[in-house]
């Protein structure tokens, strides 16, 4: 059977042009350029039995970062997709995110994000914030001005940037780990996910959350079969931000939630973008077209759908010429699939509670300790009242700003 790709990342202005991970390999395919070409190293950290975490486009779009779990860090030029060169990381990387054409933000598995500035041949790690649990997922502000991090420990963190030492805040409301976080078109809104079945949207003026969506209610209006837990594995905004995609552990398909105007964005009936198998990762290209990665051993296990104008959301999720010749180029024989899921499974056991106290800081940022980050929660939901919960015939409910 086939290893199917497991991660999809969309260049950010070059039209069409996506990369696709398999293992520890990853394809580029741009419509301009031909047959996609697949990434090779001479690395020999990155073996055969390495995976890509990490996929990241610099501001320009010229350089690709490709972070893998042996922890080197491959810089690519997209013109000629030459190696550049390989950095390696102090840690695992869980997430990349460039500030400018040089510099390259990483966190990691043990909770710290770092800066590096990769072209220069005396690697220097600057250390510029820390969780005391594993970094899931890290993005900035469209001006670089603030680092946003989630984490296992059920918090979002607002980071000065390049004055690190500077906390903005803490977003407090999830009762789970935090695996996604995306920005909405009004970039004072932030929409996260992770594993208490829930999408929060964040006004980071606030510091507070302004609606809670119960995915649990959202699957049963759509007719899908509802899991004893449920996990967000991505968030990607569509149509000019006014969808909101989000990728659930196990689940067939993505789901499409409406995105009202600015500048009070919220979001508002959910439809079903349906795959043939459970969704591992997707995303959107410049060109409006929504790329797939599913767990199938057999192909097709890429599918692009088209925009469809006249439901607003997509048509079928099908396999063309573009896919097939990428699943061809990327093609692995493996005897059985791996455990796709494994990864949320091991957050969801190293719970919240299970920790031993201590709380977040970095660059001589504040802390916040166990009991100061639930008596926050309380105080969030106390306030929230009705509207803040998932209870309640309307699960799409919005909190009156305090």
Known sequence: MRRPPHLVARHPSRPGLVAIACGASVAVTDPAAGPPRVLTSTDSAATHDAEVRAVAFSPAGAVMAVAVDAKPIQFWCLDTLSLLCSREALKRPSALSFVDEDTLLVSDKFGDVYSINWRDDAVNWKLLLGHVSIVTDMCLTPDYSVIITADRNEKIRLTRFPNAYCVVGFLLGHESFVSKLCLLSNPKLLLSGGGDGRL???????????????????????????????????????????????????????????????????????????????????????????????????????????????????????????????????????????????????????????????????????????????????????????????????????????
């Open 200 to 402: 929060l949207l964040w006004d980071l003026e606030m510091l507070d959350y302004v609606q809670t969506v119960s995915l649990s209610s959202t699957l049963k209006e759509l007719g899908c079969p509802v899991p004893d837990e449920i996990t967000v594995t991505g968030i990607k905004l569509a149509r000019g931000g006014s969808l909101a995609l989000v990728a659930l552990d196990g689940l067939a398909g993505v789901l499409a939630f409406s995105v009202s105007a600015a500048p009070d964005a919220r979001l508002g009936a959910a439809g079903l973008v349906r795959a043939p198998a459970a969704v591992l990762d997707f995303d959107v290209d410049s060109d409006g077209a929504l790329w797939l990665a599913v767990a199938s051993g057999e192909a097709p296990a890429l599918l692009r759908a088209s925009p469809d104008s006249g439901t607003g959301l997509f048509g079928d999720a099908l396999s063309d010429e573009r896919t097939k010749a990428i699943e061809a180029a990327l093609v692995t024989e493996v005897e059985s699939l791996p455990d796709f899921g494994a990864q949320w499974r091991i957050l969801r056991n190293f719970n919240f509670d299970g920790e031993g106290g201590g709380g977040d800081g970095g660059g001589g940022g504040g802390e916040v300790g166990r009991e100061g980050s639930r008596a926050a929660k309380r105080a969030l939901r106390k306030g929230a009242g009705a509207a803040g919960s998932d209870h309640g015939s309307d699960h799409h409910e919005a909190k009156r700003p305090r």
